[in-house]
């Protein structure tokens, strides 16, 4: 039988397992570094075994590429078969079809036949939009979601990806992983960096502003307090969907806050002092330097190119750019890479071990993928670390009140933490001299198995069918046989964990977007929205007049367009 790998580790088997008892429907929510691949490819092996049919959806053609690898090395008695991205093999010719999220939508691929099928959503976390949940085939009737953190802003989570995989059957987070060896615990670094001048008073002008409506939003009566982020996205949601007084005051926050954002991100206080960081990143066993947009990755560039070899990935480099990047920083060849959000989510990283955070991330999803690029399990006498830069008395603050929620999460599985002034460099590089844990923990992992007798005591049937089933061995016994004939036992009440529901406020005004407004005569829309560069613009259909650019998708909604052609 094809098996995928020689081992699991223990986490792994037991979400297997959790999966088996929710009847084969359920989302496994692990942190980015912990192998949820590994965990999929065992389901779609198993699957396959029983004569179904698998389906991996991803989000990118990025990640088509690297399933399509990782199933064919695990897997290789499987025809492996990729569906966008100039491929188009189909479900009846292959045992599994790798394909993206907008092609699965588009083509529905099904199980040939009318089958049974799996299928395995990959960052399912991002199929709750209109279009990509279309990607959610229903003819599948086993379901495997995989994510990092199962979060969104609006309420798609509980209205779509529950319903559809059943539930969370099993979540990994950084405690577990660093405390079971499966990822490194990190030592952070704090590096307080002053505003400009007149930055600084374009940012409390901003506070200003952002005060006034923060005001009026903490008194609508249900909603969130506590943590900032369910009141984060409250506003967001207010702001998308509020017509009425209170979905402006939401929109005014967001704009304050997005601007907010905007000063710290592109403040040149930061980028003046990457410099000094030099001699850490050529010590280090390769370095991300982690930013929020291209502008901000190439300030990154001009700073410290002539001081060591980095390079820059955006979401426009090239594939095979890309990949020669990566490879020569797994090479020591280079000693870092920028890259402006795009190694967030999905990228196959090589191993790092230091990290620079020039922007700290907009939300928990994005956090714990930057996290997880640099806690990857290490060898012993190699530390992970991460300096975290931020605009002293701002948002980004340590200290502040309203912090981002990458703060509390990294010091809370930190090995230690320290704050620094920009004038602490002999501090600061001690205090990253670091060379991972005294006691190295190495993982309990599992397999390959030799006999039947070295399987735990008091197994029930689920835990006896994912021992046999999912845990490579040299030879299967009858124990085997008689386990996959009579399956695991049915499922009558599957037993997810609970997940925290997004507490909304009432919409007072329902907001009509365009596309919910009357079409034309000609079946047009009088107004469409279109993106130029970075900025969004209500335009319209008729003479083609546009509204001022924006970079914010909901102010470019509520704009007017003044033309003057008649229909």
Excluded at 3 to 16: D, E, I, M, T, V
Aim: hydrophobic share 40%; proline share 5%; net charge negative.
């Amino acid at each position: 039988m094809n098996k995928p790998q020689h081992f699991l580790y223990s986490w792994q088997l037991q979400a297997l397992t959790s999966w088996l008892r929710c009847g084969r429907r359920g989302i496994i929510e692990a942190v980015t570094g912990a192998g949820k691949t590994n965990v999929a490819i065992q389901a779609a092996s198993d699957a396959h075994r029983r004569g179904l049919f698998v389906l991996v959806v991803v989000p990118s053609r990025v990640l088509m590429e690297q399933w399509s690898a990782s199933l064919k090395k695990a897997l290789p008695l499987c025809v492996i078969g990729r569906l966008g991205d100039s491929f188009s093999d189909r479900a009846d010719d292959c045992d599994v079809l790798v394909t993206t999220r907008h092609s699965a939508s588009a083509k529905k691929p099904l199980p040939p036949n009318g089958g049974g099928g799996l299928i395995i959503a990959d960052e399912c976390h991002g199929f709750g939009g209109a279009t990509l949940r279309k990607s959610l085939i229903h003819e599948y009737q086993e379901r495997l979601g995989l994510t990092a953190t199962l979060e969104r802003s609006d309420d798609a989570v509980e209205k779509t990806l529950v319903p559809y995989f059943g539930g969370v059957c099993y979540r990994y987070d950084f405690a577990q992983a660093i405390a079971d060896g499966v990822c490194a615990q990190p030592r952070v670094a704090f590096v307080a960096v002053p505003l400009a001048t007149e930055e600084r008073t374009e940012y409390d002008l901003t506070e200003a502003s952002l005060i006034a409506s923060r005001q009026i939003l903490r008194s609508i009566p249900d909603m969130p307090q506590h943590p900032f982020g369910a009141f984060l996205a409250a506003v967001s949601y207010l702001s998308e969907n509020d017509a009425g007084p209170n979905g402006k005051a939401a929109s005014t926050y967001l704009d304050a806050f997005s601007k907010r954002r905007e000063i710290v991100a592109a403040s040149r206080s930061k980028y003046e002092v990457l410099s000094n960081f030099a001699p850490v990143i050529l010590d280090a066993s390769g370095t991300l330097i982690f930013t929020q947009t291209i502008k901000a990755a190439n300030h990154a560039i001009n700073r410290l190119d002539p001081l060591l070899s980095i390079e820059i990935i955006t979401g426009d480099t090239a594939r095979s750019e890309r990949e020669t990047i990566l490879t020569d920083l797994r090479d020591g060849k280079l000693d870092a890479v920028a890259a402006p959000r795009v190694l967030d989510e999905g990228i196959d990283v090589p191993d790092a071990n230091l990290g620079i955070v020039v922007n700290a991330s907009r939300t928990r999803r994005q956090m714990i993928q930057r996290m997880g690029r640099i806690l990857r399990r290490k060898q012993p006498g190699v530390g992970a670390r991460f300096v975290v830069l931020y605009s002293s008395d701002t948002l980004e603050d340590p200290t502040a009140s309203e912090r981002d929620g990458f703060m509390e999460e990294i010091e809370s599985i930190s090995e230690s933490t320290q704050l620094f002034g920009v004038g602490q460099q002999p501090e600061l590089g001690s205090f990253l001299n670091y060379l991972g844990p005294n006691k190295h923990i190495t993982p309990q992992r599992l397999g390959p198995m030799t006999s039947v007798g070295d399987l735990p005591r008091n197994l029930d049937a689920f835990d006896r069918y994912a021992w046999l089933t999912f845990l490579a061995w040299h030879e299967e016994t009858e124990d085997h046989s008689e386990i996959w004939e009579s399956g695991p036992v049915e499922v009558a009440a599957p037993l997810y964990l609970d997940f925290e529901v997004l507490d909304l406020p009432e919409i007072t005004r329902q907001k009509v977007s365009p596309k919910q407004e009357a079409r034309l005569s000609t079946g047009e829309q009088p107004v469409m929205m279109s993106k130029v560069g970075g900025n969004f613009i209500l335009r319209c259909t008729g003479c083609g007049a546009g509204s001022e650019p924006t970079p914010f998708r909901w102010k470019a909604l509520e704009a007017t367009v003044e033309c003057s052609c008649l229909w």
